[in-house]
Nanobody
Framework: QLQASGGGSVQTGGSLTLSCTAS????????VGWFRQAPGKEREFVTF????????YYEDSVKGRFTIFRSNAQNTVYLQMSALKREDTAVYYC?????????????????????WGQGTQVTVSS
């Protein structure tokens, strides 16, 4: 069970930090991704962090503005977002996977994750 939180409304250029917490089990060792879905659009990959925390990946549109990091002691993965743009407006979802995958870029595919949070709304306005 994943719980995503931290969304809200912010002006263009502002910052927000989202949290994804595993409430029942440790997800140390699980890869965790963030996805987002804007109204009328498909869910898209945003960023991913490996279970060990030693590698991260970002969609091009958020590179340099978003940072993913984790605290396994707190059983939480964070998404720090800065320089927010209107096009970042979406429902943000976290997802986790602990299984073996057959291709190197699996983390970009929502169907590769076993566990999902409920989503948290981020609204950026000018």
């Amino acid at each position: 069970q994943l719980q995503a939180s931290g969304g809200g409304s912010v002006q263009t250029g502002g910052s927000l930090t989202l949290s994804c917490t595993a409430s029942e089990h440790s997800f140390s060792g699980y890869g965790v991704g963030w996805f987002r879905q804007a109204p009328g659009k498909e869910r898209e990959f945003v960023t991913f962090i490996r279970g060990t925390g030693d590698r991260t990946y970002y969609e091009d549109s958020v590179k340099g503005r978003f940072t993913i990091f984790r605290s396994n002691a707190q059983n939480t993965v964070y998404l720090q977002m800065s320089a927010l743009k209107r096009e970042d407006t979406a429902v943000y979802y976290c997802a986790a996977s602990g299984r073996t995958h057959t291709f190197s870029t699996w983390y970009r595919k929502s169907e590769e994750y076993e566990y999902w949070g409920q989503g948290t709304q981020v609204t950026v306005s000018s």
